[in-house]
């Protein structure tokens, strides 16, 4: 299997190894070190000796080799769900009143520039919990969570022009004038029932393709920026893999293969690569995975402090 997942890759993506950051500008600013290609991941902080969590959330980077890591959201709210601008510098992730997740109170959208800590509401509706946002890899589009009293849905984008999806949906992603995104045909049912729907357009002449049966939890997904390929979180083996695909949802392979947990899949800037989350070492953490050789490596070590999820390239 693995020398043709590699050679699928190569076709439709890979040529080189994974990207190594071309920024044409100074690599200081002002005496601060810059980020070439930065990860942002979220961490819940532990209490080493009695393991009972501190921080449910918080929002930390790192370059893309793991070097450089360092914490950039305090104080005791709940952080999470990071996404990153193409600009490579700016954020954009969920501030939770709450200190834990699901939140019973307003949840707002927070936009942080990591190389200058410059903090701003991006954000905001008064009643609503906004939250599991995810940006395009190329036009910066947004997808977000908007739950709003009793009425929990998705929209595209914000302001004036946004659009709610008009199906039941979670975790999506925009692609051109579509979103992939969950959909649990029987919520509340175990074990979970939830397919992959890539929905052209949105309300009336809207048009819903299946990429996966719903017959398994299919969850997550993550878009390569060429718009090609297709990854996500999947436990259709029995165990949760991440699968890769055409952005048809034909063709898929697994590419973890392994006794962990993996998920949360995401591709890097040039689809060379994926980062994506793991338990495998017996504490959740950020790998890297080569779609070439299929190597992966580890990125955080966080051992009994930090448990390290939902990275984001």
Known sequence: MKKNVTRLIIIGVITLTCFSGLYTQEDTDQGRELYRNPIAFARTHFNEKTGIPTHRGKIWIMEE????????TFGPQYDDHPAIFSDQHTI????FTDTDFPPKQDTRLIKLDINTGKREIYAEQ?????????LSAKDDKLVYHHDCGKRNTQRVGWGADSYEITMRSANGIAIGESVIFMHE????LKPREVALVRLFNHGEGAKAIFLTDDKHLHRRPAVSPNGEWLAWQTNMTGNDEIFLAQINGTKKYNITNNSGVDG???FSRDGKCLIFESDRTGNMEIWKLNLETLETKQLTF???KYASRTPRW
Request: with cysteine.
């Open 65 to 72: 080799d793991g070097s450089k890591i360092r914490q950039v």
């Open 92 to 95: 954009l992730y969920s501030e």
């Open 126 to 134: 008064k009643g609503c919990r906004l939250h599991h946002v995810t």
């Open 185 to 188: 045909k029987n919520p509340g």
């Open 264 to 266: 949360h899949p995401w």
């Open 302 to 304: 966080g051992g009994k």
